[in-house]
């Protein structure tokens, strides 16, 4: 399985962005994905995840203000981040579960002014 993340940038303080992930391979045993961020000097932490029955887990700082999604399968999976703040700057990494296996991206990095 591959993930390829896109949809990083720079955005102002409040603003928005969509990071889209793309999954190919072998993607049809795929039990979850979501995303992991990690900012500098820090660890990489869980944002949010989404199940093959469409449960979704969000951290506490993404609750309200981000949105994970899916396509039907599991082609692309999106992450829409809303009221951004300077503490979200990151590294974005996309993450899938394939029976023990754990995949990544290579991260794309949002940067947000204040």
């Known amino acids: 399985v591959q993930l390829v993340e896109s949809g990083g940038g720079l955005v102002q303080a409040g603003g928005s962005l969509r990071l889209s992930c793309a999954a190919s391979?072998?993607?049809?045993?795929?039990?979850?994905m979501g995303w992991y961020r990690q900012a500098p000097g820090k660890e990489r932490k869980i944002v949010a995840l989404i199940a093959s029955d469409d449960r979704t887990h969000y951290e506490d700082f993404a609750k309200g203000r981000f949105t994970i999604a899916r396509d039907g399968g599991w082609n692309t999976v999106y992450l829409q981040m809303d009221s951004l703040s300077p503490e979200d700057t990151a590294v974005y990494y996309c993450y899938g579960r394939l029976g023990r296996l754990d995949y990544w991206g290579q991260g794309t990095q949002v940067t947000v002014s204040s």
């Open positions: 391979g072998d993607t049809s045993c795929i039990s979850n």
